[in-house]
């Protein structure tokens, strides 16, 4: 989707906190906005979605920015695991529209 | 969680034959699946939705009569490549909406390598 951008890639070291960032400036008021992660070779896995609040599950945090123009992926302690691309996705109804992924590599 | 498979998970086959790659829900019933398809070090591109009892619906670009899509049953989709050309050598990729209603299910991948 042209109008969601994400970096092409980032790094972390093992154990800190990562923060993937999405920029969705043409997201509509009732699109959500998901995070799924893909292994080479694998299909899409669910990481977490949101609407407006910030989420928080056992995975990851979801942060929304107040205007949902933007949204970062919180990985708050990277595992080697956790390498993986990592795609934003505006999702309207049942129908997901994938930005261009950020592959995230973990540094041991 | 529910689970999405595919079969094959990869195929190779000769250009100008044709390929089927089977979606099922095997847990859930999806009366909607949805085909993406994957080229390298690329994004997931929507293909198709697959429509349980009545006619897929394609986006633009996707040739229809290439790519044939049967929704059989409410937990089984095909997805037929006809006269594959090398071209369509790709990762294609299928999922069925969650009982939640906002996520998807994936399922693992079919890798089409057309000779």
């Known amino acids: 989707d042209a109008k969601t951008t994400q970096p092409n890639s980032m790094e972390s070291n093992e154990e800190e906190p990562v923060h993937l960032p999405c920029n969705h400036s043409t997201i509509s008021g009732t699109d959500y906005i998901h995070w799924y992660r893909q292994l080479p070779s694998q299909g899409p896995e669910y990481v977490i979605h949101?609407?407006?609040s910030n989420v928080n599950n056992r995975m990851a945090s979801l942060a929304i920015a107040e205007d949902r123009k933007s949204s970062t992926l919180i990985l708050h302690r990277a595992t080697l695991r956790d390498a993986a691309v990592y795609y934003c996705?505006?999702?309207?109804?049942?129908?997901?529209?994938f930005g261009p992924g950020t592959r995230l590599s973990v540094l041991p | 969680g529910a689970v999405v498979s595919q079969h094959p998970s990869r195929v190779i086959c000769k250009s100008g034959t044709s390929v089927k790659i089977e979606c099922r829900s095997l847990d859930f019933q999806a009366t909607t699946m949805f085909w993406y398809r994957q080229f390298p070090k690329q994004s997931l591109m929507l293909m198709a939705t697959?429509?349980?009892?009545?006619?897929?619906?394609?986006e633009q670009g996707v040739e229809k009569d290439k790519f044939l899509i049967n929704h059989a049953s409410l937990t089984l989709s095909t997805l037929t490549v006809t006269s594959a050309h090398p071209e369509d050598s790709s990762f294609y990729i299928c999922?069925?909406?969650?009982?939640?209603?906002?996520?998807?299910?994936f399922g693992p991948g079919t890798r089409l390598l057309v000779l």
């Open positions: 949101g609407l407006t």
């Open positions: 999922s069925a909406p969650g009982g939640a209603g906002e996520t998807q299910y």
């Open positions: 996705i505006r999702a309207y109804g049942q129908n997901f529209v």
């Open positions: 697959s429509n349980e009892g009545s006619k897929a619906t394609y």
